[in-house]
Nanobody, 126 residues
Framework: QLQLVESGGGLVQPGGSLRLSCAAS????????IGWFRQAPGKEREGVSC????????YYADSVKGRFTISRDNAKNTVYLQMNSLKPEDTAVYYC???????????????????WGQGTQVTVSS
């Protein structure tokens, strides 16, 4: 059974950077397409970025394009989300999620994912 644990969240000033990690255990992460999602208070969960098993990046939300970078290190069983030029509107709980195989559909849809981490809080504030 795949288990996911996010880390790297915290409080950062506008314009700052954070790198989130999604570490897997129980199953090789390279068997899965991984998505990063976020949910701000009072808002729906939003797809941020997705990456296939072979490292092909299949999606960035328009709101994060040019600022966020998703990557994976299958040897370390970890997927990363590098977040630069952070804005107050990036404040949210960030989740990683996994679906088996190279998912060919719309990876922004939360319901396709079978495994979720517990989330890590990112707060962007001065």
């Amino acid at each position: 059974q795949l288990q996911l644990v996010e880390s790297g969240g915290g409080l950062v000033q506008p314009g700052g950077s954070l790198r989130l990690s999604c570490a897997a255990s129980g199953s090789p992460l390279n068997d899965y397409t991984i998505g990063w999602f976020r949910q701000a208070p009072g808002k729906e969960r939003e797809g941020v970025s997705c990456i296939r098993r072979n490292g092909i990046i299949i999606y960035y939300a328009d709101s994060v394009k040019g600022r966020f970078t998703i990557s994976r290190d299958n040897a370390k069983n970890t997927v990363y989300l590098q977040m630069n030029s952070l804005k107050p509107e990036d404040t949210a709980v960030y989740y990683c999620a996994a679906v088996w195989g190279d998912y060919l559909g719309d990876c922004r849809v939360a319901s396709i994912y079978h495994y979720w981490g517990q989330g890590t809080q990112v707060t962007v504030s001065s």
